[in-house]
């Protein structure tokens, strides 16, 4: 369908727009913030979002558009912030958005919208997250964060399961409450939101925010059911079978930790980054003792890794008081995947980057406690599967290090337990759930996305990843009242 250019509101000159430099977004000081878990960035002001808005210069073909995985009308919702309309802003993200304080958080948005941004051939390309954020924030603050009134609509009969709710699951639920449809999510944990809630510190998202998604979703009909682990409290056959789920979509994520397999893993002091994370994030050990969940304050700490998580863990091992907290990665910084912006904020937070290194034993103490760590050094070959420059050990380069924690943030895998109990839903070799494109698995009715389906990813593919799975479950309950009637 051909979308309509929405109505111009930047009174500002093409020109003159051109001139206009991005918006630097306020943030806490660095030595100040190293010490506590409060967020990091502060957000645009009003002013500050209608100033970075009038810097779009409205192209003909937005592709900016293309970049989102969701498809947000960015051109729309941006020019409504050019008109100071601020909840109607957030009213046309939420159109194809249901996290959008979520993800203007999050989401990497220099790897897409913001990376084809037409603006940004020559110029620092729009700051579409920022805004974004701006926009879902005030809505929070001065309305329920849905931006206007519920209408719920007309009862479908149907019922959909979701298991897990993190993004995916969230985003099938925000799309198909529209459509009058009973919505169950099911979460095997005590606290809603899957990752975001578990393996993003404090500092980065707030849980505030989280909950109040949330909570707009229950405002529109979605149940929420918590500490139900489908495959041991019920199988994905009894809710379609004995509690009459129509469908089922399966969301699971990523959460088994990857590990190195090299000697030395199991000694006290060495975590994987999902364990540290989860203890401190969904278990508030950064707030220990007024929660019970004690985690150890390290001399030396090292994160092996260069992802978003490995920044997420070596932040949150510094405001857990490490005198040193470093990160211990194979490749060079220009290979990293993590965030500029998040390995930005580690070094200005004190993080030490040892880059081209690569740990291959862990040695303990006589308690069992970790003490050292050998390590190799590594310089790079030719470019490997994955598109970056492959580490190659330096012979003879062996040293050690005194470490007292480490935390492995290699990667994750798929939980074994719906393929152990549901042996009808195929797998591939690493665990994950095949599914089509638009998230078909081979059991009928079952839909599966995220990153159970393509291994660990960002929020903003598996919300996509939800949406085409949301419509392909939509058509097949239609298909399946017509085969009734």
Request: one cysteine or more.
């Amino acid at each position: 369908m051909k979308r309509e250019k929405p109505q111009s509101f930047n009174t500002v000159p093409i020109k003159e727009r051109l001139t206009i430099p991005r918006q630097d977004m306020p943030e806490q000081d660095a030595l100040l913030r190293s010490t506590n878990f409060l967020e990091v960035n502060l957000g645009f002001t009003p002013e500050q979002a209608v100033i970075e808005a009038q810097r779009c210069i409205e192209c003909k073909n937005p592709t900016c558009m293309e970049g989102c995985p969701v498809n947000i009308k960015i051109p729309d919702f941006i020019q409504l912030i050019c008109n100071k309309d601020f909840m109607g802003a957030a009213e046309k993200i939420k159109e194809d958005n249901s996290l959008p304080a979520v993800c203007g958080r999050v989401c990497p948005q220099e790897t897409q919208c913001e990376q084809v941004c037409v603006v940004g051939k020559r110029f620092e390309p729009v700051a579409i997250g920022r805004l974004e954020r701006f926009v879902a924030d005030y809505a929070m603050l001065h309305g329920n964060g849905s931006a206007k009134t519920i209408e719920k609509p007309k009862p479908s009969g149907q019922k959909v399961a979701i298991v897990g709710s993190g993004p995916a699951g969230l985003a099938v639920a925000s799309d198909l409450i529209k459509e009058g449809h009973d919505i169950t999510v099911f979460e095997a944990l005590h606290e809603f939101g899957g990752v975001l809630v578990y393996g993003i510190p404090e500092f980065r998202l707030p849980k505030a925010i989280l909950r109040e998604e949330v909570a707009n979703l229950e405002a529109k009909g979605v149940k929420f059911i918590k500490n139900f682990i489908v495959g041991r409290t019920m199988t994905i056959q009894e809710l379609m079978t004995d509690e009459g789920y129509d469908a089922v979509f399966l969301g699971l994520g990523a959460g088994l930790p990857r590990f190195m397999n090299i000697p030395g893993e199991n000694l006290n002091g060495v975590y994987s980054a999902n364990e540290f994370l989860t203890r401190s994030n969904l278990m508030r050990g950064y707030e220990f003792p007024e929660w019970d969940t004690p985690l150890y304050r390290a001399k030396h700490a090292i994160i092996v890794g260069g992802g978003n998580t490995a920044m997420d863990a070596v932040r949150t091992a510094k405001r857990l008081g490490a005198d040193e907290a470093s990160i211990v990665y194979r490749r060079s910084e220009e290979e990293m995947p993590a965030r500029n912006e998040e390995i930005h904020h580690a070094k200005e937070e004190g993080v030490q980057f040892l880059n081209l290194v690569n740990p291959i034993e862990f040695i303990g103490d006589e308690q069992g406690n970790v003490v050292m760590a050998k390590c190799l050094r590594m310089k790079l070959g030719e470019p490997d599967e994955s598109g970056r420059r492959r580490p190659i050990p330096m012979e003879g380069s062996e040293f050690t290090m005194d470490v007292d924690m480490v935390v492995i943030a290699v990667g994750n895998g798929s939980n074994p337990l719906i393929a152990q109990t549901t042996p009808e839903i195929e797998t591939n070799k690493w665990g994950n759930i095949v599914a089509d494109d638009d998230g078909r698995t081979s059991m009928e009715g079952v839909f599966a996305g995220g990153d159970i389906v393509s291994g660990g990813a960002t929020v903003i593919l598996a919300m996509g990843a939800g949406r085409k799975s949301a419509a392909a479950i939509s058509e097949y309950l239609k298909e399946k009242v017509g085969s009734v009637t």
